[in-house]
């Protein structure tokens, strides 16, 4: 086994390159202290929340159950409505009303959606805020 020890002429010149090792520390400590020197950013987002009501209604308001049936029959309250224009006018006098009643819509399973729609349609235009559907149990089987 042999081991190479320079060259075999004899040049003995010396290493002229540069240690680097003492230069890179020092960047790496100046890297430390530049970061450790940084202000804390706090990062939080300013959002403007509606403020709490206090004021209460006095009492709850009433539930009216509006029903569609199979056939196209809608009743208010178990009453039949005999037209769109006699259920546009309830729910005229339920507009009306500061605090307005909630109305719970449940129609049946083969109900028409062509009938449900018109009455949607019909609480959008005159403004009823507090309706929705009641009894979904239905179509989950």
């Known amino acids: 086994m042999s081991m190479s020890v320079g060259p075999a ?3 003995a010149s010396e290493m002229v390159e540069m240690n680097t090792t003492p230069l890179i520390d020092v960047m790496l400590v100046l890297l430390i202290m530049f970061i450790m020197s940084l202000p804390v950013q706090t990062h939080a987002v300013k959002l403007d929340m509606p403020r709490p009501n206090n004021n209460k209604p006095v009492e ?3 539930v009216i ?3 569609v049936d199979f056939d196209g029959t ?3 309250n178990g009453n039949v409505v005999a037209s ?3 259920l546009a006018r309830y729910l005229a006098s339920v507009v009306v009303k500061d605090n307005q009643d909630e ?4 129609p049946n399973r083969l109900a028409k959606y062509d009938t449900v729609a018109k009455i949607l349609a019909i ?9 929705g559907f009641v009894g979904n149990e239905q ?3």
């Open 84 to 86: 769109m224009d006699q």
């Open 123 to 131: 609480a959008q235009r005159l403004g009823v805020k507090k309706i």
């Open 103 to 106: 109305i719970h819509l449940r």
């Open 139 to 141: 179509f989950l089987q």
């Open 65 to 67: 159950d509006l029903e």
């Open 60 to 62: 709850p308001p009433a």
């Open 9 to 11: 002429s004899g040049d």
């Open 74 to 76: 809608v009743m208010w």
